[in-house]
Nanobody, 128 residues
Framework: QVQLVESGGGLVQAGGSLRLSCAAS????????MAWFRQAPGKEREFVAT????????LYEDYVKGRFTISRDNAKNTVDLQMNSLKPEDTADYYC?????????????????????WGRGTQVTVSS
């Protein structure tokens, strides 16, 4: 069983920045595709970004493209999400997810059902 723990959430003003981090257990982190999803109150969980095991491929939801950057450090078993130019509509719980089958290379990469392991989430609140 893979355990994922998110950190770095908090309260920021619009236009500010936050850096989220996800720490993973296990010996095979470099083989996992990793992703960030978010869920606002009363809304469906939505895809934010994903990155392949070796970091060679990263994909983003259009709304955050150019503002958010996903990265990973396989030596530390971590994946980060740098969020710049934050907007109130970015307010949500942010979740880290892992996939062991290379879903980032398929058309299903943006679907929550395609990921095998999930963290508990970290809250991000952006005030106007």
């Amino acid at each position: 069983q893979v355990q994922l723990v998110e950190s770095g959430g908090g309260l920021v003003q619009a236009g500010g920045s936050l850096r989220l981090s996800c720490a993973a257990s296990g010996r095979t982190f470099s083989t996992y595709g990793m992703a960030w999803f978010r869920q606002a109150p009363g809304k469906e969980r939505e895809f934010v970004a994903t990155i392949s095991g070796g970091g060679e491929l990263a994909l983003y939801e259009d709304y955050v493209k150019g503002r958010f950057t996903i990265s990973r450090d396989n030596a530390k078993n971590t994946v980060d999400l740098q969020m710049n130019s934050l907007k109130p509509e970015d307010t949500a719980d942010y979740y880290c997810a892992a996939d062991a089958e290379g879903i980032v290379y398929s058309d299903l990469y943006s679907g929550a059902s395609g990921y095998d392991y999930w963290g508990r989430g970290t809250q991000v609140t952006v005030s106007s």
